[in-house]
């Protein structure tokens, strides 16, 4: 079983935000965030990933709480290219080199234009 | 640089027959991953592959499925005598070796299995 819990869907109006939330209450200190995402009947493609501290590249930013027990994924200013099922996954990078990654449902979002 | 290949894109397989699917890591990348996706669901992990060695298979069926990654060539995922509940999308994904790997995976297209 996934070790974080998403919304199953989302909705968002193209250009505003979409802010996606994760639950990994059950995170170890080893482990990181990562975010993928999966746009239909592509492969998954990486966005971006964390441990403590917030995070920001060209694609979205990555807000971790303090506690470590979720995190929000923002998309600033989302378009249509944006629609996609969007995965959270908890990892500790430095176990070895095995990606084992475990993957939940995701969040299905949708940008509306 | 090109990205992860995988082919065939799309496989057509009578129930009984062989399917192989090929996969090309990212260049400069030592380590293979494949990963099944049922329809409405996530990636489940199936086995992690290094040059000539298989790491981690605990997500492989234990009958009619095994993985290669030789020396020379691609990665080879190869289901024989499939039945109808292996079609689904095969994804193959890679990373690099050391220091270079901070976690993330690159993915290719996925091969799509259809099991009539």
């Known amino acids: 079983d996934a070790k974080t819990t998403q919304p199953p869907s989302m909705d968002c109006a193209e250009g505003r935000a979409a802010n996606l939330p994760c639950n990994h209450s059950?995170?170890?200190?080893?482990?990181?965030v990562y975010w993928y995402r999966q746009i239909h009947s592509q492969g998954p493609q990486y966005i971006i990933h964390?441990?403590?501290?917030?995070e920001t590249n060209e694609m979205a930013s990555l807000i971790i709480t303090e506690d470590r027990k979720s995190s929000t994924l923002i998309l600033p200013h989302a378009t249509l290219r944006d629609t996609a099922v969007y995965y959270c996954?908890?990892?500790?990078?430095?176990?070895?080199?095995?990606?084992?990654?475990?993957w939940g449902l995701g969040t299905s979002l949708a940008v509306n234009p | 640089n090109a990205g992860v290949m995988q082919n065939p894109r799309h496989l057509v397989r009578r129930r009984g027959q062989e399917a192989r699917l090929r996969c090309s890591p990212m260049?400069?990348?030592?380590?293979v991953y494949w990963y099944r996706q049922l329809p409405e669901e996530g990636l489940k992990f199936m086995v992690y592959?290094?040059?000539?060695?298989?790491?981690?298979e605990s997500g492989m069926p234990k009958e009619r499925f095994s993985a290669e990654f030789p020396k020379e060539g691609p990665s080879i995922l190869r289901i024989q005598q499939v039945v109808r509940g292996d079609s689904a999308a095969y994804f193959c994904?890679?990373?690099?070796?050391?220091?270079?790997?901070?976690?993330?995976?690159?993915f290719g297209e996925g091969s799509r299995l259809t099991v009539l």
């Open positions: 994904a890679s990373s690099p070796p050391g220091p270079r790997n901070t976690g993330e995976l690159f």
């Open positions: 260049k400069g990348h030592s380590h």
């Open positions: 592959l290094q040059k000539e060695n298989i790491i981690d």
């Open positions: 059950t995170i170890s200190g080893n482990e990181y």
């Open positions: 964390g441990l403590k501290n917030n």
């Open positions: 996954i908890s990892h500790d990078p430095n176990a070895g080199n095995n990606r084992k990654l475990i």
